[in-house]
């Protein structure tokens, strides 16, 4: 998987839930690829961002806990 496909997967996985071969190679990808991961985190610290200034903090706050954050 391209990094390209990887962060095509991430976004998408914030609409929809990804197949289970989907999210399978993006597992794998991430666990090697410092780069999608720091891509991963900062797409994570935006929504989470988002979700805090839009008064919608306790969404953002189960998110974090069920993320790792």
Known sequence: MS???AT???SQS???ELSLPKRFALRLHLAICTSCRH????MSFIR???R???G???E???EQQRDGI
């Open 52 to 54: 805090h200034f839009s």
């Open 39 to 42: 891509f991963r985190a900062q």
């Open 8 to 10: 095509r997967l991430m």
């Open 3 to 5: 990094c390209k496909d």
């Open 14 to 16: 914030l609409d929809t």
């Open 48 to 50: 989470h961002a988002c």
């Open 56 to 58: 919608r903090d306790d």
């Open 60 to 62: 953002a706050r189960g």
